[in-house]
């Protein structure tokens, strides 16, 4: 059971709290006691806390005797029972240890094991035995079970002086009789009687005790001893648990080490077993509550602790306390509960070798005395706490005794450890002794530290030693006025000379993250450690940001185009004298280190060679960035990445260091194409010195510019896909336009060309015309045609870096069926316009013209598409529900006769109403 002290503390004031004022008592991992009056302590370790009255004596009864004690003044009684003594405490005075009065038990005799009203076991002098197996061997009566058959040289029931005995010859440490009961008592002392008449052999021990079913002793067990000297009548006491089944089986067995095979496996003869209960009195008299805890040590003495946010003064420093103990036990007022123990971390109950005192210790508190008689068996307890990687501790503890030999003195000392409990590496501070301080072995020494967390575990160990003893031993957490250290600021210059502006590609948001880890000022500890890695993480994230061109519009990765850029192998790769490994990667910003690379470790042997390294890549014109991690010896003469002409020099600074571990650099080289084709990028090296060496891997390519773009509104459309500039030779006049581009015109990009857009909605019948309906766009999608409506007449269209589509000039339908708004780009070879129908319209300056058939427009426009089933009425563009004025219709002569009503259908000449008639309305 685990406890916080400081925790346990609370829990005490509260109890003491609630005594007082006679409420339910409560206690830090003690349970109430319901029952008070058929309540039984244990007879071994146990803590039981009790509600008192002055002059009023206290009785508790155990299983084995009753314990006795009058308090002196109202407050909490506490018993701590251990060793067979019951230390008393009244609030945290320890007062020193209560009268015990052992029970009796009833007198059982050869003469009155069968008739005294206390035996609880059946056919004690197996006289109901079984059926003969021999002359003079039997087999078990009916009331005993046992997992063997009687033999007649075995286990059975014999002849000794005319009685029947149980004749005992072991075959195997399995071997039991058992027989039911009900009715025992929980919690109660009852005495194991027997009488060995004979016995051959050595001496061997057998089990006897209490169990859930036949044979078993899962409840409660001890060894009596039989054999030969062990003549006569042998007692045991067994005390059973708290709680019991209804049914308990009583079982007499062989022990583990007791075989037919061992040789110590006596032929024990009993003449008889009998089982008999105390006569205990039961309950807690002279309290009004009680609580109580089996097998535990709860001790309430006081303690040394140091108040959250006091001052502590260490090495000339004033450290503000920032945590409670955070060591659980270090009073051992809960004796060793929390401690492991003989080098394993299996929590132990008390051990030998360990002592616990209920008084006498630091602050007149529980204490432990070490005794252990050295050597290497290990004699020692363990206690881990857990910390946190890179904060200021305080460990304090006090010790008593002479200084321990040269042997066994680390072995009581404060631990680092390195994982969750299993190995102890660098002694941090080791215990300070009576005979250290100018003390007598008897006074207490203190040792005290302050130290930073390098992992999440320190531990505590003691033993090996002869009557050392030691107590209060506290860890908290600490804070002290930061200083920072000479490692970073020696760090944090280093980076200061860098300009994150340097690296022009990389994005913005990554060299501002750089610039702001090399000003930061760490205020603490763990702030220290956090900036420090803050600094080698932003910078590489900055170079790695850089290579990749992160920062640039339209950067294209184009690394597939190299096969196997990051030397999982060697295909497509030149030189294949070179190998591949991974056992000393580099580290990425991310903290990643599974990377592969190529090597020179086939070479390592040889006296020089020369290498160079490549694959040729068919590449587009524009301006690249090619980028590899690398590192070599400083041995090495020649050490270029290349790409075309263009070549930069790799480092060589051996296998330790740099900025991304391990002596790894990330180069990054520019280079252009100024006319598409093929461009040869590797790696070339050579040295002249044997056992010199080099490393490169994780080749990125990337395109940062592409060539210039003209779109040509009379020349044949050739669209790349890509371009850093692109200019459209496409005149606008001021007022209406049609447009279609293949790319994207965003809200602002449309403002700096004075130009408004409308989206095409389709037709609608209105007033014996035909609304062409638009509205407003923010901006252009690529490929989709407008009208647009320019300030100022534009003879070109200049962009930027731009990213342009697929040529596929698209069509806006028109859900009527009238009219479809039609994109445009293609001319012929010639420059020659594309020709549109009769009955089509084109949008003009001052609004839209219908064509007689055989006109022709240039690319980048679009035209109001007659669908064939549309009548011939007169078309009028509504821009956002304004119907535009000024349109110049181009007529279509027609004969007089030909007629169209409201609806666009053609009239015949008897027709009547309003009619369109060339073009006019007539009413007939």
């Known amino acids: ?96 240890t209560a009268t015990e009065t052992p029970f009796t038990f009833p007198e059982i005799t050869k003469e009155n094991v069968l008739t005294s009203e206390a035996q609880l076991l059946g056919d004690v002098e197996f ?56 009715g025992l008592l929980p919690n109660t002392a009852y005495k194991v009687q027997l009488r060995q008449v004979t016995s051959g052999n050595a001496n061997a021990d057998f089990n006897v005790g209490f169990g859930t079913a036949v044979g078993g002793i899962d409840l409660a067990a001890t060894t009596v001893r039989l054999g030969t000297g062990q003549d006569g009548d042998k007692v045991v006491y067994v005390t059973t648990p708290a709680s019991l089944p209804e049914t308990v089986y009583f079982t007499f067995r062989n022990t583990a080490t007791n075989t037919a095979s061992s040789g110590s496996d006596p032929v024990a003869q009993l003449d008889f077993i009998s089982l008999v209960a105390a006569n205990t009195a039961r309950g807690i008299v002279g309290v009004s509550s009680a609580s109580y805890a089996n097998g535990e040590i709860v001790a309430p003495g006081a303690s040394e602790t140091l108040a959250l946010n006091s001052s502590y003064v260490y090495a000339g420093k004033t450290y503000t306390v920032k945590s409670a103990n955070l060591f659980e036990n270090g009073s051992f007022n809960d004796g060793v ?90 002694l941090l501070k080791a215990l300070v002794w009576g005979a250290d301080a100018g003390q007598t072995a008897t006074e207490w020494a203190k040792t005290e530290h302050v130290f930073t967390a390098s992992t999440n575990y320190v531990a505590i160990r003691l033993g090996w030693n002869t009557n050392v003893s030691v107590d209060e031993f506290q860890i908290y957490e600490v804070e002290k006025p930061y200083e920072i250290s000479e490692a970073y600021t020696t760090l944090q210059a280093q980076f200061a000379v860098i300009q994150a502006d340097t690296y022009q590609y990389a994005s913005d948001d990554k060299k501002t993250a750089f610039t702001s880890a090399v000003a930061a000022t760490p205020t603490s500890n763990i702030e220290e450690i956090n900036f420090t890695a803050a600094l080698t993480d932003t910078y590489r994230a900055v170079m790695e940001s850089h290579a990749k061109a992160e920062g640039v519009v339209g950067a294209k990765d184009m690394t597939s185009a190299i096969v196997n850029p990051v030397g999982d192998n060697l295909t497509g790769w030149t030189n294949p004298v070179l190998s591949t ?10 903290g990643s280190t599974a990377h592969s690379y190529f090597d020179t470790g086939s070479a390592w042997g040889q006296n020089a060679w020369e290498y160079d390294m490549n694959q040729t890549l068919t590449l587009p014109t524009g301006k ?53 084709g093929e461009v040869k990028i590797g790696v070339k090296l050579a040295t002249a010195t044997v056992h010199t060496w080099a490393s490169f891997g994780d080749f990125r390519l990337v395109k940062i510019e592409n060539g210039a773009a003209v779109l040509d509104e009379t020349n044949p459309l050739v669209i790349p896909q890509e371009a850093k500039s692109v200019t459209l030779k496409r005149s606008l006049a001021k007022g209406w336009n049609s447009l279609v581009v293949p790319f994207a015109l965003g809200t602002e990009k449309l403002a700096e060309l004075g130009l408004e857009a409308y989206e095409y909605n389709g037709t609608v019948a209105e007033g014996g015309n035909l609304l062409a309906k638009f509205t407003k766009a923010t901006s252009m999608d690529a490929n989709k045609p407008y009208v647009v409506k320019a300030s100022s007449p534009i003879e070109n269209i200049t962009l930027g870096a731009t990213t342009i589509e697929a040529a596929n000039a698209l069509t806006v339908s028109d859900s009527n069926s009238n009219y479809d708004l039609v994109g445009l780009y293609t001319v012929n070879a010639q420059g020659e316009t594309s020709p549109i129908k009769e009955g089509d319209y084109i949008v003009i300056a001052d609004g839209i013209k219908r064509t007689q058939g055989g006109n022709g427009i240039k690319a980048f426009r679009a035209f109001l598409q007659k669908k064939e089933a549309s009548g011939a009425r007169q078309l009028v563009l509504s821009m956002d529900g304004e119907t535009v004025t000024g349109i110049e219709a181009l007529e279509i002569e027609r004969a007089l006769t030909e007629s169209y009503d409201l609806n666009g259908r053609r009239a015949g000449q008897d027709a009547k109403g309003i009619l369109i008639v060339n073009g006019k309305k007539v009413v007939k």
Not at 61 to 90: I, K, W
Not at 159 to 175: E, H, Q, Y
Not at 581 to 590: L, R, V
């Open 127 to 182: 006289d109901q035995h079984g059926a003969s197996i021999a002359t003079d061997k039997y087999g078990f009566g009916d009331i005993w079970k046992s997992n063997v058959t009687p033999a007649p040289f075995g286990i059975r029931v014999g002849v000794s002086g005319g009685n029947k005995v149980l004749v005992w010859r072991g075959s195997g440490n399995s071997n039991y009789i058992s027989q039911p009961l009900s």
């Open 581 to 590: 490994a991974s056992n000393e990667p580099w580290t990425s910003a991310d």
């Open 624 to 676: 690249y960035l090619i980028s590899v991690m690398e590192r070599a010896a400083p041995e090495v003469t020649t050490y270029q990445l290349y790409a075309g002409d263009a070549t930069k020099e790799l480092t060589k600074v051996g296998n330790a260091g740099n900025y991304f571990n391990r002596g790894w650099d990330l180069a990054v080289l520019e280079f252009e194409v100024a006319n598409a």
């Open 1 to 96: 059971m685990k406890k916080h002290y400081f925790l346990k503390s609370l829990f005490l004031a509260a109890t003491w709290l609630a005594g007082s004022l006679g409420g339910q008592l409560w206690a830090d991992g003690l349970s109430p006691v319901g029952d008070l009056s058929n309540f039984v302590a244990g007879n071994a370790v146990y803590t039981l806390k009790m509600q008192g009255t002055v002059g009023t004596p206290i009785t508790v009864a155990g299983s084995l005797g009753s314990v006795s004690y009058t308090p002196v003044s109202d407050t909490e009684v506490t018993f701590v029972r251990y060793n067979n003594v019951v230390y008393v405490y009244e609030s945290t005075a320890y007062k020193g």
């Open 337 to 426: 509960s929390t401690y492991t123990a003989n080098g394993g971390y299996t929590t132990a109950a008390l051990l030998p070798n360990f002592t616990w005192h209920a008084d006498g210790g630091v602050s007149s508190s529980p204490y432990l005395t070490v005794s252990g008689a050295g050597g290497a068996d290990a004699r020692t307890i363990r206690h881990r706490v857990a910390v946190e990687k890179g904060k200021e501790y305080l460990f304090v503890a006090y010790t008593s005794g002479q200084t321990p030999d040269a042997a066994n003195y680390n072995y009581n000392a404060l631990f680092q450890v390195n994982d969750e409990g299993t190995t102890e590496s660098g």
